[in-house]
Nanobody, 125 residues
Framework: DVQLVESGGGSVQAGESLRLSCVVS?????????LGWFRQAAGKEREGVAV???????QYSDSAKGRFTISQDNDNNTLYLQMNSLKPEDTATYYC???????????????????WGQGTQVTVS
């Protein structure tokens, strides 16, 4: 298993940007996992935002396409989510997650990922 710690959340105005970070640690390195960003707004189910496979392939939700970019720094075992042009509807707790499987379907099954961080709050007003 791996441990995941997110940071970078905050309160911003609509149209501004934030970059979330997630440090991945543990016996297994992050390069053996698919990594993803998910979010959960108050009263709503957790949803996928972006996933990067072990081979570097990326998937985005429709709401994230064109505004968010997922990337990883394998040397520092850190996952990033660059969020631009933020909207009030992006307000949520954002979580990073890791899973050993590979595939575009992973974005659509947040409840089946095996490792989770504690979350970081993003508020857009």
């Amino acid at each position: 298993d791996v441990q995941l710690v997110e940071s970078g959340g905050g309160s911003v105005q609509a149209g501004e940007s934030l970059r979330l970070s997630c440090v991945v640690s543990g016996r297994d390195t992050s390069s053996k996992y698919s990594l993803g960003w998910f979010r959960q707004a108050a009263g709503k189910e957790r949803e996928g935002v972006a996933v990067i496979d072990r081979d570097g392939s990326t998937q985005y939700s429709d709401s994230a396409k064109g505004r968010f970019t997922i990337s990883q720094d394998n040397d520092n075992n850190t996952l990033y989510l660059q969020m631009n042009s933020l909207k009030p509807e992006d307000t949520a707790t954002y979580y990073c997650a890791a899973d050993r499987r590979v595939g575009s379907y992973l974005l659509r099954i947040p409840n089946e990922w095996s490792n989770w961080g504690q979350g970081t709050q993003v508020t857009v007003s």
